[in-house]
């Protein structure tokens, strides 16, 4: 098991940036691959992006391709989502998750511990 607490997020104007993080404790992060999802009120929850438990291989969401960039650094517990040139569509509470043992990184049913959401609103 993972427990996550995700820091980060709040306002910021069309084309800004922010930088979401999440601290985990617990054995099993440096083999967990991590996600970072988003959803609107009233919409599912979607995949932004993953990465696995080195950093060696990433995944992106067709929007978050160019402009968000996922990270990892085992040694401190934590993965990042920094997130560039941001839109007004990117407001959303942003949710990160692990997924311990389990193959594959864009389903949201494969991850198992969940932080608590962040607030991201990007105003036009």
């Known amino acids: 098991q993972v427990q996550l607490v995700q820091s980060g997020g709040g306002s910021v104007q069309t084309g800004g940036s922010l930088r979401l993080s999440c601290a985990a404790s617990?054995?099993?992060?440096?083999?967990?691959?991590m996600g970072w999802f988003r959803q609107v009120l009233g919409k599912e929850r979607e995949f932004v992006a993953a990465?696995?438990?080195?950093?060696?291989?990433?995944y992106y969401a067709n929007f978050a391709k160019g402009r968000f960039t996922i990270s990892r650094d085992n040694d401190k517990n934590m993965v990042s989502l920094l997130m560039n040139s941001q839109k007004p569509e990117d407001t959303a509470v942003y949710y990160c998750?692990?997924?311990?043992?389990?193959?594959?990184?864009?389903?949201?049913?494969?991850?198992?511990?969940w932080g608590q959401g962040t607030q991201v609103t990007v105003s036009s």
């Open positions: 998750a692990a997924n311990v043992g389990g193959s594959g990184y864009t389903s949201q049913s494969l991850y198992s511990d």
């Open positions: 617990g054995r099993t992060f440096s083999s967990a691959t």
């Open positions: 990465i696995n438990f080195d950093g060696i291989i990433k």
